[in-house]
């Protein structure tokens, strides 16, 4: 079993920065494929980023590359995404998900095996 908490959300002005954070445990959580997603009202969530088992690969929407940056830190469980220059269409509620990489990418979001509770960030103009 893995168990994803996220944290890092907050409100912030168009422009500035802010880093989410996702501790991840389970004895197999390394091994998985990391990602993180955003959800609108009304929408099904959207693929943000993704980071594989090793770090080595990474994958981004094409809405947030140059400004977003994936990282993950398996010797402490935790999956970083550094969001610079924010903007207002930025605006979601952020979860953290664990699966295959191509799930994660693709994505197949009813596949992905594991999901964070979610981490609000509000960027205002």
């Known amino acids: 079993q893995v168990q994803l908490v996220e944290s890092g959300g907050g409100s912030v002005q168009a422009g500035g920065s802010l880093r989410l954070s996702c501790a991840a445990s389970g004895p197999t959580v390394s091994l998985y494929g990391m990602g993180w997603f955003r959800h609108f009202p009304g929408k099904e969530r959207e693929f943000v980023a993704a980071?594989?088992?090793?770090?080595?690969?990474?994958n981004y929407a094409d809405s947030v590359r140059d400004r977003f940056t994936i990282s993950r830190d398996n010797a402490t469980g935790t999956v970083y995404l550094q969001m610079n220059r924010l903007e207002p269409e930025d605006t979601a509620v952020y979860y953290c998900?664990?699966?295959?990489?191509?799930?994660?990418?693709?994505?197949?979001?009813?596949?992905?095996?594991?999901w964070g509770q979610g981490t609000q960030v509000t960027v205002s103009s």
């Open positions: 998900a664990a699966g295959p990489w191509v799930v994660i990418t693709t994505p197949i979001l009813t596949q992905i095996n594991y």
């Open positions: 980071i594989g088992w090793s770090g080595y690969s990474t």
